[in-house]
């Protein structure tokens, strides 16, 4: 019963949390108003990027803008210390850490003409510091949304070579049998250990060897789970929820139909096209599970930049927003069914709240402190929240007072799908060996197919609970996953695009200003930084490995660095509008000095460790010197206010 009573309880510290901080915060601190005069939607109002939205439309647009694949990837790693350091963190640092973050960043660009958290930088504490604040923010997006089209075009492919992957005690991947494996099916095999770890070709790109180390736990027999990472039949629904997008998009502002039937339809069409896109003759129909007919990863990643590019140009109104507000029920709709599934299953075994074999055997992986905070990331607060808080939230906000469920609360539903990471990646496995044979190493649970297979699996088994066959269940939610993947992917090439004007603008050039200012250029800059990171291979480690996938150990670091910046201009606002500056200080001071110390611990790794990588310690070397600089630029700002 412990594991049900936990859940109940964390429960409960989201909702005192958002009854009972989240209220504090908003009437003490920030003191919001309840008129529409004072938002940069009413008042700079242009169709197109600024437009006042109902709050329930615009709570789904950030939701689904925000819970993107990291809050279940970082979870389903962060377990292998044990549920309790994940929950805890994911939990409570959403609560004080994640909810504020967010929450501040609607607020102070609501305040400063809906202008990005870099372009308040700027206003804050000077030039300098917007300018360091671009860098940091290209990097990160375009480095994470090149991974994003790499993740993506694999799972849309249907090779069953490069996407099929057996873990098991000793291999990240197996050959692959030949036989028919169902299109939704996570297989649950027994493996006895094999006498040397193999490893296919295809599999290299997403998966590493997993190598011996002294004290691996180990058992004569060990259990694999057979896991997939592609998932064609999710192409279908994927395409028709942006059609049902436009076509919502376009009858509810430029026809005047009510939401609510609109809504109705949408969600139930989108259902629909799930089932049909599941079925096997009809994926064989239109070609998408066979590898001579369906689209191959390369031709799936010009697909996917050709419809960022879209969805970065078109009027926020007419796909972007629409998109994002059918997806956020589909998610609604998954979290509600995993947790009754995991209250209705009964759920009676416990795992090791700590597991003491990885935390204190230091050569299999990296230590708790301050690692853990790194690897959950956006489960309980992330840097590019600012982004979407700042870049397209503030924007659409119709009144003040809507920033707190959509920031806070927004945040908390995030967080509970991070829960759910946690306790689908423990509990949702069928014993705590069954667990321990998967979590055994740090190799092991690496690249995609481990992380986003574990919880895909883990959940799959809760939903069976509630009569839900476990096949269809894992397709659900694999196709949610897919979803957000994608929301991710066309709002922070939005973003991206954002981030490239201001850039534009910094430079004082009037032909520059011109030219990159016109979204159309500076959305197919955006589409070419990341496909640049999607496409571009460099060499690590001997090989030939996708620039994103080479630099992707630095993704964790800086987007806990952006949300420590972001902190800290929430902070100098604060202190600038004599409010209290605490519920962000010191928030700000324990994410920037975890992440510094993960940062300095990585270069050093990076520098001087088993298997040095000067280009990632080049790159982690910078992004600690303009964190120092942008530090030193904020005690100066923070002097000046002072003495005012």
């Known amino acids: 019963m412990l594991p049900l009573i936990v859940v109940l ?223 064609p039949e999710a192409v279908i629904p994927s395409a028709a929820i942006m059609v049902f997008a436009v076509i919502m998009g376009y009858l509810h502002y430029k026809k005047g139909i009510n939401l609510t039937p609109l809504t109705v339809f949408s969600v139930l069409a989108t259902l629909g096209s799930m089932v049909l896109g599941m079925q096997d003759s009809v994926l064989t129909w239109v070609g998408l599970n066979h590898v001579e007919t369906s689209p191959s990863a390369g031709v799936w990643k010009y697909i996917l930049l050709f419809y960022a590019f879209l969805a970065s140009v078109t009027p926020v109104w007419l796909l972007l927003q629409s998109r994002d507000y059918i997806n956020s029920f589909l998610l609604y709709l998954g979290i509600v069914l995993i947790y009754l599934g995991f209250f209705a299953g009964g759920i009676l075994q416990n795992f090791p709240s700590f597991n003491t074999e990885v935390i204190r055997i230091e050569s299999i992986g990296l230590d708790l402190i301050p690692f853990v905070f790194i690897t959950i990331a956006c489960g309980a607060v992330s840097g590019f929240h600012a982004l979407v808080s700042s870049g397209t939230t503030a924007k659409q906000l119709d009144k003040e007072v809507d920033a707190r469920p959509i920031g806070y609360g927004g945040m908390i539903g995030e967080s509970l799908l991070g829960l759910s990471a946690v306790i689908a990646c423990t509990i949702g496995f069928a014993s705590s060996e069954e667990w321990s044979g998967f979590y055994r190493s740090w190799s092991g649970i690496q690249g995609l197919a481990p992380q986003v297979g574990a919880y895909i699996y883990g959940t799959g088994r809760f939903l069976s609970q509630i009569g839900i066959p476990e096949t269809f269940g894992q397709g659900f939610i694999a196709l949610i996953v897919i979803s957000f993947a994608l929301t991710s992917l066309d709002s922070a090439t939005r973003l991206l695009r954002y981030n490239i004007e201001e850039i534009a603008e910094s430079t004082r050039i009037f032909w520059i200003q011109t030219l990159v200012g016109n979204r159309y250029v500076s959305s197919l800059i955006a589409c070419v930084a990341i496909g640049i990171f999607a496409f571009m291979e460099i060499e690590q480690d001997g090989k030939k490995k996708p620039a994103g996938l080479a630099l992707w150990k630095l993704f964790g670091t800086t987007n806990q660095l952006l949300a420590g910046l972001a902190l800290l201009v929430v902070t100098v606002f604060l202190f600038k509008s004599k409010k209290n500056v605490k519920v962000s200080f010191i928030p700000m001071l324990f994410v920037l000095f975890v992440t510094l110390w993960a940062m300095i611990r990585n270069f050093l790794d990076f520098l001087t460790g088993p298997s040095p990588n000067l280009l990632l310690a080049a790159i982690g070397g910078t992004l600690i010197f303009l964190t120092l600089w942008l530090l030193i630029e904020a005690i100066l700002t923070w002097n000046r206010i002072r003495k005012v």
Not at 10 to 24: I, Q
Request: glycine share 6%; charged share 20%.
């Open 9 to 231: 309880v964390c429960f409960l510290v989201y909702f005192l949390g958002y009854k009972f901080y989240s209220g504090y915060i908003s009437k003490s601190v920030f003191d919001l108003k309840d008129n529409q005069e004072d938002t940069p939607a009413h008042k700079l109002n242009d169709g197109v990027d600024y437009l006042p939205t109902k709050p329930i439309v615009l709570f789904g647009h950030h939701y689904a803008s925000i819970a993107g694949l990291a809050p279940v990837l970082g979870p389903a790693v962060a377990v292998i210390w044990g549920w309790l350091p994940a929950m805890i963190w994911v939990v409570f640092g959403s609560i004080f850490v994640g909810c504020v973050h967010d929450f501040g960043a609607i607020v102070v660009s609501v305040r400063n003409q809906g202008k990005s958290i870099g372009q308040v930088a700027e206003d804050l504490l000077g030039h300098r510091a917007r300018s360091l604040f671009h860098a940091i923010i290209f990097f990160l997006v375009a480095l994470a949304m090149g991974v994003f089209v790499l993740v993506l075009a694999e799972m849309f492919s249907a090779d069953p070579k490069a996407h099929l992957k057996s873990v098991s005690a000793d291999t990240v991947s197996a050959p692959v049998e030949e036989k028919k494996i169902s299109a939704t099916a996570v297989k649950v095999t027994k493996k006895v250990d094999s006498t040397e770890a193999t490893q296919t070709s295809d599999s290299k790109t997403l998966n590493e060897k997993v190598h011996d180390h002294p004290g691996e736990i180990r058992t004569e027999e060990k259990p694999s789970i057979r896991l997939r990472s592609h998932f």
